[in-house]
T-cell receptor, first 110, second 118 residues
Framework: EDKVVQSPLSLVVHEGDTVTLNCSYE??????LLWYKQEKKAPTFLFML????IEKKSGRLSSILDKKELFSILNITATQTGDSAVYLCAGINYGQNFVFGPGTRLSVLP | DTGVSQDPRHKITKRGQNVTFRCDPI?????LYWYRQTLGQGPEFLTYFQNEAQLEKSRLLSDRFSAERPKGSFSTLEIQRTEQGDSAMYLC????????????????FGQGTRLTVV
C-alpha cells in the first residue's frame, strides 16, 4: 500500500530560525512529489519535484528530491510567523493519484 | 473566481441523515478528486474521476458513500445515514491530466466542506 511519512509531525521555532521538514515515500510507479502549505482551509501548492537532485526554490523556501533514498526535504530559511501552517507532502504515481502524508505542523513564534 | 469551489462550506447534520456536497472544479480540468481530512491528519484519498468516469475508490469509501460526476464537470459526494465518525473536512481537488507528462500536474484544492455530525 502506498505510504507517505513526514517528520517531525510538529515543530515550534522562533522567527529567523531555519527549519527542515522531511518526507519519505513508498509510492507505486512514483512520478512526482508535491509539497503543499495548508493554513486554514485549502492546501496551496508549493513545489512539484520530479527529478532527483534538482533544487527548487521560491523565496525563502526550497526543496529537493532523492529518488534513490525515496525522500524529500523542504527547507524554510529566516522563518516568519506567516510561515506557520501545516506542510503536506504528497507522492503521485503515473495514474496521477495523490497520496498525502500526515503533515508537519510548523509554529513560528515571534 | 476560477478556482475549485465547494458547497456548502459547512454542514451540521444529525446522525442518520443524508448529506450531499458539491464540487465545481477548475474548468477544463478533467481530473477531480475527493479527499477527507480529519484534525491533525493529512488528506485521505476517497475517490477520483477522469472526466465522468470514476476510476478509483478507496476502501475508506464505504457503501454509504457515493460520488458522481455525471457530465464530467461538477461532482457530488453523498453520504447516506451519516455517523459521527463521518465528521471531517471533505476536500475536492482538480488537475489537468492532459498536461502530462510535460506540464505541471499539481492538484488545486477547494476550500472544503466541513461536516459535523451530531
Amino acid at each position: 500500500e502506498d505510504k507517505v511519512v513526514q517528520s517531525p509531525l510538529s515543530l515550534v521555532v522562533h522567527e529567523g530560525d531555519t527549519v527542515t521538514l522531511n518526507c519519505s515515500y513508498e509510492v507505486t510507479n512514483f512520478r512526482s512529489l508535491l509539497w503543499y502549505k495548508q493554513e486554514k482551509k485549502a492546501p496551496t501548492f508549493l513545489f512539484m519535484l520530479t527529478s532527483s537532485g534538482i533544487e527548487k526554490k521560491s523565496g525563502r523556501l526550497s526543496s529537493i528530491l532523492d529518488k534513490k533514498e525515496l525522500f524529500s526535504i523542504l527547507n524554510i530559511t529566516a522563518t516568519q510567523t506567516g510561515d506557520s501552517a501545516v506542510y503536506l507532502c504528497a507522492g503521485i504515481n503515473y495514474g496521477q493519484n495523490f497520496v498525502f502524508g500526515p503533515g508537519t505542523r510548523l509554529s513560528v513564534l515571534p | 473566481d476560477t478556482g475549485v469551489s465547494q458547497d456548502p462550506r459547512h454542514k451540521i447534520t444529525k446522525r442518520g441523515q443524508n448529506v450531499t456536497f458539491r464540487c465545481d472544479p477548475i474548468s477544463e480540468h478533467n481530473r477531480l478528486y475527493w479527499y477527507r481530512q480529519t484534525l491533525g491528519q493529512g488528506p485521505e484519498f476517497l475517490t477520483y474521476f477522469q472526466n465522468e468516469a470514476q476510476l478509483e475508490k478507496s476502501r475508506l469509501l464505504s457503501d454509504r458513500f457515493s460520488a458522481e460526476r455525471p457530465k464530467g464537470s461538477f461532482s457530488t459526494l453523498e453520504i447516506q445515514r451519516t455517523e459521527q465518525g463521518d465528521s471531517a473536512m471533505y476536500l475536492c481537488a482538480s488537475s489537468d491530466q492532459d498536461r502530462l507528462p510535460t506540464g505541471n500536474t499539481e492538484a488545486f484544492f477547494g476550500q472544503g466542506t466541513r461536516l459535523t455530525v451530531v
